[in-house]
């Protein structure tokens, strides 16, 4: 095709390079099940290792891992504590209710990060009318925030906090990566702060499926149950395991490309006046508010021209970048934009 489809929808959207695929052919393969699958062990070390962490869970979804990860720190009737745009809260059905009888307290960060100020009132006391304050969740990037992120000078101190008052801290790390790659943070010193890591494979990294639960050895254990009795527990998953693996070594550095992509699209959508206001960009997440109150209007419109995104509100739309968009599909995208 002269003019492929732009699909800046999700960074989930991706398919699997040759070499990727290759690495998912060749993969050792066994039942995971019984713990016999060689490959998925590999990824769940090797990101275990990466992040200073005993023991790693691959799971189908990043959902998977933060639902367990929830369910492993919390008991019916406690509390998790976390930002009203959190994708715990807002995008996994109700899960805390569903699957641990927990309740939210919603904080309204900045572009939804939190900080120790906002997070230590409302943790709740001791009190027979209140549940127990017992689970802290950040996200990293913040997905609803336009992809802005934590540093690990932000996160110490929200770390300390949780420790003085008895609080786990779990980290729902859906582009964590982009996080890394933006920050300069090493991934080694994340483990020290979170009692739980979700690692997502599938969306800046080019995976077809699947994350990983990063935790203490007990942790993971417990999290292993909580896997089957959720209908995760996959047989030859080692095919793909092997993509993840194949990821991490091949496109972590060039996570930079989509965040250069993203800046430029945002440059384009600030000279347009159909757009009102572009969220400030860190990573590969454009979010920007059009100037009419129709941004489905305006979704049409770009689909028109090859363009497809979506809508995050009435009146938000988002475009995310990733691997299947070269240099040159991006030219060609601000060109759409810039007249439309």
Do not use: W
């Not at 769940?44 to 799971?59: I, Q, V, W």
């Not at 990566?177 to 599938?202: E, H, M, R, W």
């Not at 994350?211 to 417990?222: C, M, N, Q, Y």
């Amino acid at each position: 095709m002269n003019n492929p489809i732009l699909d800046f929808r999700s960074d989930t959207v991706t398919k699997p390079s040759p070499g990727m695929l290759e690495a998912m052919m060749m993969a050792k393969v066994g039942d995971d099940v019984f713990g016999e699958d060689e490959t998925v062990h590999a990824l769940e070390k090797k990101l275990a290792a990466t992040f200073n962490k005993e023991a790693g869970l691959f799971c189908p979804s990043g959902t998977m891992t933060n639902q367990i990860g929830i369910k492993c720190f919390t008991q019916p009737m406690d509390e998790v504590i976390c930002d009203q745009t959190a994708h715990v809260y807002r995008y996994e059905i109700g899960g805390i209710a569903y699957h641990s009888g927990a309740s939210v307290r919603l904080l309204y960060g900045e572009r939804g990060i939190l900080t120790p100020e906002l997070i230590e009132p409302e943790i709740n006391e001791d009190n027979i009318h209140y549940p127990n304050s017992s689970l802290v969740v950040l996200e990293n990037t913040v997905n609803k925030g336009g992809g802005s992120c934590y540093t690990l000078a932000q996160i110490a101190p929200i770390h300390h906090l949780c420790n003085i008052k008895g609080l786990k801290l779990h980290l729902d790390g859906a582009r964590i990566f982009n996080a890394l790659v933006a920050t300069g943070d090493k991934a080694a010193d994340y483990g020290q702060y979170f009692d739980g890591i979700s690692v997502c494979l599938s969306k800046g990294l080019g995976a077809p499926v699947g994350s990983v639960l990063l935790g203490s050895k007990e942790t993971i254990s417990k999290a292993r149950k909580i896997r089957k009795a959720f209908g995760g527990g996959m047989r030859q998953a080692g095919f793909l395991a092997a993509a993840g693996i194949y990821a991490l070594d091949n496109h972590v550095t060039r996570l930079k490309d989509d965040h250069a992509h993203a800046k430029a699209l945002a440059q384009a959508l600030s000279q347009t006046k159909y757009v009102k206001s572009v969220l400030p960009v860190e990573t590969n997440i454009v979010v920007f508010e059009v100037a009419d109150g129709q941004a489905q209007k305006i979704v049409h419109h770009l689909k028109e021209k090859g363009l497809l995104c979506n809508t995050t509100s009435s009146n938000t739309i988002r475009l995310v970048t990733h691997l299947d968009l070269s240099a040159a599909m991006i030219d060609r995208a601000i060109e759409i934009i810039l007249h439309l």
